[in-house]
C-alpha cells in the first residue's frame, strides 16, 4: 500500500512510540474504520444501488 511521505513518516513516528510494528498499528487502523465507518457505508451503498436497479418496479408499486 503507497501512501504518501508525510502520512508513512507519521506512521512510524507512532509505530516507535507506541512499541508496534508499522504492519500492526496499519492492521489495526484498517480493523477499527471497517468496525465503525465501512459497515454503514456498504449498507448505504448497497441500499442505493437497489434502489437505483428497481427504480421503476417501484415507481409503480408506489402507484398501488
Known amino acids: 500500500m503507497r501512501v504518501p511521505a508525510e502520512m508513512a513518516e507519521a506512521l512510524r513516528t507512532y509505530a516507535f512510540i507506541t512499541g508496534v510494528s ?24 448497497a441500499f442505493k444501488s437497489t434502489l437505483k436497479q428497481h427504480s421503476v418496479a417501484l415507481d409503480k408499486l408506489a402507484h398501488l
Open 22 to 45: 508499522v504492519n500492526e498499528a496499519v492492521k489495526s487502523a484498517i480493523g477499527e474504520m471497517l468496525r465503525t465507518k465501512a459497515r454503514s457505508e456498504m449498507v448505504e451503498a
